[in-house]
């Protein structure tokens, strides 16, 4: 018999997306004039970035019909909502009939590994205990020429070094920290897996955003006497500090 090929595979991704925490009960027109205010602002950021929709403060918005016109309206500001987040007691084919999934905090999902369920079902989980797999090897990578717009440089289990500068538009992803040894004009986030102890350096900051275990700014909120200069960002009480080191 000839050799089966297979046709496809399937195998873990780690994306990043955007998540739009709401904040009120009500979304009427103060609400979408500061969105539109910030879609304005900020374009590239949103553009075709996949988006979530966070409702911890928000439980309000777990009503279906709130819901529809909720998403009905991001939409049509052509952000990409595909997910929702802490919607609890909304119905799973309500979110389906709008074209959403139940998504994981950022901090709480797992990544899955090849060849391993992306969860497990309890009586699994209790039986596969005693061989918990050990954590993967640290795997640093070191990038020795700039970074290009539209290129996306991913250390998913490690940190990643620059050597060079990040343009606009680029987008560097490390699991642990990020050193950039060159001008960070693109976006940075690291400890992306939830790890809060991650840091950011680089020569000279200039970056679309930056981000720590999900904790962002944008280049809008970078601290001005951090700009252009020889930074280090870190995670302190939940907020970062910019820690200008040169």
């Known amino acids: 018999m000839p050799a089966t090929v297979a ?24 609400f979408y004039a500061q969105l539109d205010d910030q879609l304005r602002r900020t374009p590239q950021f949103f553009a075709g970035a996949p988006v979530v929709i966070d409702l911890i403060n928000a439980p309000g918005f777990s009503e279906p019909s709130r819901m529809r016109e909720l998403v009905e309206n991001l939409r049509a500001r052509e952000l990409r909502v595909f997910g929702v987040q802490s919607a609890r007691g909304i119905d799973a084919a309500a979110l389906q009939e709008l074209g959403l999934i139940s998504v994981l905090t950022g901090r709480d999902a797992p990544l899955p590994r090849e060849g391993v369920p992306a969860r497990a079902t309890t009586a699994a989980a209790t039986a596969a205990a005693p061989a918990v797999a050990a954590p993967p090897p640290v795997q640093n990578k070191v990038i020795r020429s700039p970074v290009r717009s539209g290129q996306m440089i991913v250390a998913d289990q490690g940190d990643l070094t620059v050597i060079g500068s990040v ?17 960070l004009r693109g976006r940075a986030m690291a400890g992306c897996h939830g790890d809060e102890s991650a840091h950011i350096f680089c020569q000279s900051l200039d970056a679309e955003l930056v981000a720590i275990a999900g904790l962002y700014r944008t280049s809008e909120t970078l601290e001005d ?22």
Do not use: W
């Open 167 to 183: 343009a606009s538009g680029a987008e560097l992803v490390a699991s642990g920290n990020i050193h950039v040894y060159g001008p």
């Open 7 to 30: 046709a496809f595979q399937v195998r873990g991704r780690f994306l990043t997306a955007l998540a739009i925490r709401i904040d009120t009960e009500a979304a009427g027109e103060a």
């Open 225 to 246: 006497a951090a700009r252009q200069r020889c930074t280090h960002i870190y995670l302190e009480d939940e907020k970062l500090r910019m820690e200008v080191i040169a």
